[in-house]
């Protein structure tokens, strides 16, 4: 990562020395001999030797708009994997032509300038949306999504730089609105699986924007420094229907947004729990069964919600379970209450796992004495009192999705201040109806 940042800051050469090992899997004695015997002397030598030029890089980056290759299908890959332009799947070649036809879906100058993405500080841009978005498979007339994802990437509460870090945690983008419909992302059975174009196509664009723009790859790079790693998230789509049909707001509407808006958040997930299944006839028998799974998948995770200020925790229910509880007069606020009073851990847990992370200091009493834990409950002063893991219900995310003739929810935890929740309007061209139906027309003739 430092490697990285030196290069985006135009900073070449810059000695590092590198502990030869886990500090923290290392004893006192052997991370005494370890700083005598190397780190000590490669710092000492990075400091007084002359530093080795750098390898020259064979070729500069591309500029907007440059053709790079020319060559057939399989030229085309081979040329693409080298350079480290791919996540090594096959890719769709971004040629002219497709790149102008997602192009047509939206009134904005390809060379509008969105951002700047660290680690490596590329300028994100309209066109190059549009050129990973052809690579990740996706359809034109999935660009107006696309764009939308990399405005709220380029949000600086994003935090992108954030995503090489060691947890691996993996971008999830959640999309709200009749574009669900509109563009056929799967919202029932098999939601959250690979399988369905949008859902898939989209969920590997921004995987493959990481990549290619903020410029996180795995070694050799060290841009990414995720130490277990998982695949990407396919886009996550809200049942409208469903939502509609049990009364309560659409995730959109929870956002802030209208409910004719569509719109996508994009979020950091560091880890997603077991399937939780629950059953019975009032909302207090689920959620008593989801707080507790809920409250195994977050853990003595939280302590880093209490570090650093930020947890956006996200629950994702059947449309059966959603309508059971509604119809026990519970509404999305006493859902969020609920877990939030009922979502646990033990204080002893937490306390244990920071100086395991890295945050030696950490103790409970520490953040009591400083006024950190207003909202969190203390069930006792003893040792193994139990602290409330969603201290916050406003900040805790429900989605309805999924199979609507099983009793299941899953929940995703998020990273902290990394990946926090970033929510931005899809805003469709002028001629979205005509370009649509043209695109149908087209399917339809290639079938």
Sequence with gaps: ??????????????????????????????????????????????????????????????????????????????????????????????????????????????????????????ESTVWNVAVNGVMAGCRPEYFPVLLAIADALADPQFRIQDA???????????????????????????????????????????????????????PPSDSDQG???????????????????????????????????????????????????????????????????FGQAIGPWFYLGLVFGAWHPLLVMNPSIARTIAADDADKDAVRRYLSENVKTAATSLERYAPQVGHTDFTIEQYKQAGRLPSVSLESDGPEQLIRTIPDPANLDLVVAGSPSRNQSRAYVQNHNQGVPTSRKVVLPPNWDELLEEQRDLKKGRE
């Design 164 to 218: 090489g870090s060691t947890p691996a945690w993996e971008p999830l983008v959640v999309i709200s609105g009749p574009l669900v419909k509109e563009l056929e992302f799967n919202f029932g059975t098999g939601v959250m699986r690979v399988g369905r174009q949008a859902n898939s196509s989209i969920g590997r664009f921004v995987r493959m924007y990481f990549r290619n723009m903020a410029g996180l790859r795995i």
């Design 227 to 293: 130490a277990i790693g998982y695949s990407f998230n396919v886009a996550l789509a809200e049942d409208d229907d469903a939502v509609t049909s049990i009364g309560w707001p659409s995730y959109r509407e929870d956002k802030g947004f209208a409910r004719e808006d569509s719109i996508v958040t994009v979020r950091s997930v560091v880890t997603i729990s077991a399937p939780i299944y629950s059953g019975g006839s009032t909302a207090a028998e689920h959620l008593a069964t989801i707080s507790e799974i």
């Design 1 to 122: 990562m430092s490697r990285a940042v030196s290069r985006g800051l135009g900073i070449a050469d810059v000695p590092i020395a590198v502990y030869p090992g886990v500090i923290p899997t290392d004893s006192e004695a052997v991370l005494e001999q370890k700083v005598r015997e190397h780190l000590a002397p490669a710092v000492i030598a990075s400091l007084t030797e002359r530093a080795v030029a750098a390898k020259k890089i064979e070729t500069a980056e591309p500029v907007p708009h440059e053709i790079v290759h020319s060559g057939d299908l399989e030229s085309v890959q081979e040329f693409f994997s080298a350079r480290g332009w791919t996540d090594g799947l096959p890719i769709i070649p971004p040629t002219r032509q497709r790149v102008q036809q997602a192009l047509r879906f939206t009134s904005r100058d390809p060379d509008e300038v969105i951002g700047v993405l660290a680690p490596e500080f590329r």
